[in-house]
Nanobody, 120 residues
Framework: QVQLVESGGGLVQAEGSLRLSCAAS????????MGWYRQAPGKQRELVAV???????NYADSVKGRFTLSRDNAKNTVTLQMNSLKSEDTAVYYC??????????????WGQGTQVTVSS
């Protein structure tokens, strides 16, 4: 099992910044994918930014140039720096973890979610 503990989030005005952090603990397989998804009301959950175990990072087109994902593999943490926030970034943000290989590679782990609200 993997436990994900999120912090950060909250209410911010448009063009403001927020930082989300997530720490993983438990049975940490390496390499792994770790990052963030989000879900807005009435919409499907979507990828925001995920750091792949091979070293690359995938960003949603809508956040490129505004959001930056950082990983500390030694501490099993990931941070999402969100700048120039827009009202359409309002959503519940979920930390995500998935081992790349092995028996647990078919499992995706999720945090409890943290609300980000951007007021215009």
């Amino acid at each position: 099992q993997v436990q994900l503990v999120e912090s950060g989030g909250g209410l911010v005005q448009a063009e403001g910044s927020l930082r989300l952090s997530c720490a993983a603990s438990g049975s940490i397989d390496r390499p792994n994918d770790m990052g963030w998804y989000r879900q807005a009301p009435g919409k499907q959950r979507e990828l925001v930014a995920v750091g792949r175990g091979i070293g690359s990072t995938n960003y949603a087109d809508s956040v490129k140039g505004r959001f930056t994902l950082s990983r500390d593999n030694a501490k099993n943490t990931v941070t999402l720096q969100m700048n120039s926030l827009k009202s359409e970034d309002t959503a519940v943000y979920y930390c995500y973890f998935r081992p790349m290989y092995g028996a647990r590679s078919t499992l995706s782990y999720w945090g409890q979610g943290t609300q980000v609200t951007v007021s215009s």
